[in-house]
């Protein structure tokens, strides 16, 4: 019998630490994928990191001609997508031509972040501006890798069951593209996705020390989502406030929790109020159309506010979904992607709703409040939305829906066709947009075959385009493989496959 016990536990070790593999991986794949700009925003995120501070210590600071405040950077940070960027079509061959001189550049943090984000990652700059890029790339990557994979080896088979069902139907293609990126949302998505498992695992860890571990781990995640990100820490309250709803009984259990929590609430605060408009999410809405003007462009007349808000209820859902399709700056997934993606997500979110109580119902409805409220808000001032603001909040929503009541599980159990045929989806999905965003900037996308190694414009002295296509394409459906293997028919009471459900004491039901 322990001999057994033994071999499992060995499985169950290998089995982890080939995912965590599969993870970086496609890490890699997606870090080394592109040039330097190639990513939203990047030539602001890069010039901060780069001049973390604007006193002049790390970066020559103010323009010498117009004294306005500028930061004098290589040229290479941003003069490639000004040439590659101006059409899909082309490569980026024409970043091989930027020269090695500086310039000086005005977008960069001046209070819009707390600044915590960019002063960790200058430590990773180096002479070299691409190498330097990609290491940021594979940081941010790698960092979630291992944070997300120690909370994944804390919580028993149900809770990373949880895990993939709340994050694989929703990381293809802008989550695992973004997690592998420069853009401090890379920690919002990341250290959201942590808090959210760990506080939940925590809450129903039986251990104390499993309880410590992954409430410690939800505050490492906190303080990552705070750090990055006001709009982030923002979203960690409404996050907060759903662990509480969906977990809510009577129990000593909470003390630990209970501390955690009050950890979560101060980092947000500390992050959410530490930048000097205590509003990033704001300033980063403006480039979605919807919204944007407040003239009639039928009339030429001023738009009345009804009409602002029908149109932007009509386009709410598309608005919303589009990082299914956004791959990088200016480049859309085909949209075998965007729709295998929605209907996998749209599958799995309403497979959750066959079970419901009225803690999940409270949880799942704030948590979606918030995620419709913010857009609709903010498109009402016209300036714009881009949806990967709110995107933190996103796998927070499907684990609600997906999940069980504290006394009866942790998830639902989708049955082995269902969990087939999401995994095919995704991993197909995922295949095609990592092939697609290596092809953008290969050969530019009006270059259509499979062979990426064919006329190649553009590439680092790395692995080839195909085997990095090929490795990433078959590391992220490794990684996929606990949503098939979690599969199987769910008895009555939570009980699957011989894992028994989480039992609360007599003492501590659900009330």
Known sequence: MGSKLGRGRVTRVTAGLALIAAALLTVVAWSTSSPVGSFPDEDF????????????????????????????IPKRLRQPWFCYGVS??????????????????????????????????????????????????LFNGT??????????????????????????????????????????????????????????????????????????????GAAMAAVARADAAAFLVVMLCAVVALNFYRSRRWVIPAVCAVAVVILAAIGFLGAANSGSIQSGFGSHPIGSGEVDPATGL?????????????????????????LAQGVQAPSLVYVFMVATAGGVFFAGLRTMNLRKAVALSG?????????????????????????????VILAIAVSRAADSGWSIRLTRTQAASAYILIVVAHSVALHTFIRRYVTGL????????????????????????LVGSLAFAALGFP?????????????????????????????
């Open 45 to 72: 995120h890069l010039a901060s990191i780069w001049c973390p501070s604007l006193t002049g210590e790390v970066c020559n600071v103010n323009h010498p001609t117009t004294g306005r405040t500028e930061v004098e």
């Open 88 to 137: 899909t079509d082309e490569s980026a061959a024409c970043s091989f031509d930027v020269g090695d001189g500086t310039e000086w550049w005005g977008r960069v943090n001046d209070g819009e972040y707390l600044g915590i984000y960019y002063t960790v990652l200058h430590n990773l700059v180096g002479p070299n501006v691409f190498r330097s890029v990609v290491a940021i790339r």
């Open 143 to 220: 960092l979630a890798v291992l944070l997300i994979g120690a909370i994944a080896a804390l919580l028993p088979q149900g809770g990373r069951r949880w895990m993939a069902l709340s994050v694989l139907p929703v990381s293809v293609p802008f989550v695992v593209s973004l997690i592998s990126s420069v853009n401090p949302s890379s920690w919002a998505v990341s250290g959201t996705i942590a808090a959210w498992f760990s506080l939940n695992g925590a809450l129903r860890a039986p251990e104390r020390w499993r309880r410590v571990a992954l409430g410690s781990l939800g505050i490492v």
């Open 302 to 326: 001023p738009m009345p506010p009804y009409s602002r808000l029908l149109s932007t209820l009509f386009a709410l859902p598309a608005i919303q979904l589009e990082f299914f399709s956004q």
């Open 367 to 395: 948590t979606m409040l918030v995620y419709v409220a913010i857009p609709i808000y903010f498109l009402q001032l016209s300036s714009g939305y881009q949806s990967r603001y709110t995107l933190p909040l996103v796998p």
């Open 446 to 469: 009006d270059v259509l075959q499979l062979n990426l190694n064919a006329q190649v414009e553009w590439w680092h002295a790395g692995p080839s385009p195909m085997a990095t296509w």
């Open 483 to 511: 949503l098939v293997h979690g599969s199987g028919r769910q008895a009555p009471g939570g009980d699957v496959a011989g894992e028994k459900a989480l039992r609360l004491p007599a003492t501590e039901s659900v009330r």
